[in-house]
């Protein structure tokens, strides 16, 4: 949800990092929106081979996937008006995304690399490390946005400073406090445009006629692939193995913005994500599903005795 920051701060993010790297969070962590929520947890499975990113989501380890809940309002946590899912996969090369998006006129008109997606209809991961955090967005005309943060206090100690992707000097490089929630106990970020992640692809595919509202159309669905390869400044503070290990769990967000809001009496407020958040802000990393990865192969049953993770 990079979309209010662009407009107020220049621009403006997450695979959320081991379970460990909510031991170096404050204590004050009650004053954090989604304090008291449940956040979701989800395992994701194995893949034998490396997916084909071409949007359509028709391999069958996708079909043999387990989805999402139906996505639910950021603010409120109340139901939405149409239906959006996502599913993680995983292998020794990358992490896999898909998302199932329901609307009946797909639209798009952005084409130009890291333009404002947020402006569009649009779908966005977030992935965070103990000290930062990645965000990406992608229109159905697959026209992606990405940005880093990083968390002050550990701007100095984590090495950041030494890349010129992520000095002060660059200027792509901007103070970031934040969206809605301007009071994280950690403290305020510093956000970089000039982070493009090394290897992504992207796919989307239209089940319809994108830009024709003369007609009904059923939706978009969207394949991604992050290479662990490029999560070194995500992994780094904390160590966490790349790729991951049985039983790692990570923190990544989901979510979907829609300039088309649900007529009142709804209050919709145009963003709706796998995991309430209770404010207007996609930048809480405390607020993101619980992604545990298990080196079962999706689509096989776990073995006795043990529960699949």
């Keep these: 949800m990079g979309r209010r920051a662009l407009a107020q701060s220049f621009a403006c993010a997450t695979l959320v990092a081991c379970l460990t790297w909510e031991t170096m969070m404050p204590a004050s962590n009650a004053t954090l929106p989604c304090a008291g929520r449940e956040i979701p947890h989800y395992t994701a499975r194995r893949v034998r081979e490396p997916l084909t990113i071409d949007g ?3 391999e069958p380890a996708w079909q ?3 989805r999402s809940p139906r996505f639910v309002d950021l603010v409120s946590g109340e139901a939405t008006r149409y239906d959006t899912r996502a599913a993680v996969l995983w292998d020794d090369h990358a992490l896999y995304v898909g998302f199932w998006v329901e609307e009946p006129n797909v639209t798009a008109t952005l084409t130009e690399r890291d333009s404002p997606i947020y402006e569009n209809n649009d779908v966005e991961v977030f992935i965070a490390g103990a000290d930062a955090y990645y965000e990406f967005e992608v229109n159905a005309f697959n026209t992606i946005y990405e940005a880093f943060f990083i968390w002050e206090e550990a701007y100095e100690r984590g090495g950041f400073a030494r890349m010129p992707e992520f000095a002060r000097g660059n200027p792509l490089v901007k103070p970031f406090n934040g969206v809605g929630f301007t009071t994280h106990p950690r403290g305020p ?4 445009w000039a982070f493009d992640f090394p290897g992504l ?22 394949e991604l692939a992050f290479p662990w390869s490029g999560m070194t400044w995500l992994a780094r503070a904390d160590g966490r193995a790349l790729p991951p290990r049985d039983g790692d769990t990570w923190r990544i967000d989901f979510s979907r913005f ?10 919709d407020s145009g963003g709706w994500a796998w995991s309430c958040h209770g404010i207007w802000d996609s930048h809480v990393p405390e607020c993101f599903p619980y992604i545990h990865f298990s080196t079962l192969e999706v689509g096989a049953s776990a073995a006795p005795g043990r529960p699949p993770r």
Excluded: F, I, M, Y
């Design 64 to 66: 043999a996937a387990e």
């Design 201 to 222: 692809r992207t796919g989307v595919h239209v089940d319809g006629t994108l830009n024709q509202p003369g007609d009904t159309d059923k939706g978009w669905t969207v």
């Design 189 to 192: 970020r510093l956000g970089s």
């Design 258 to 267: 829609n300039q088309h809001k649900a007529p009142p009496p709804a209050k």
């Design 56 to 58: 359509r989501l028709d």
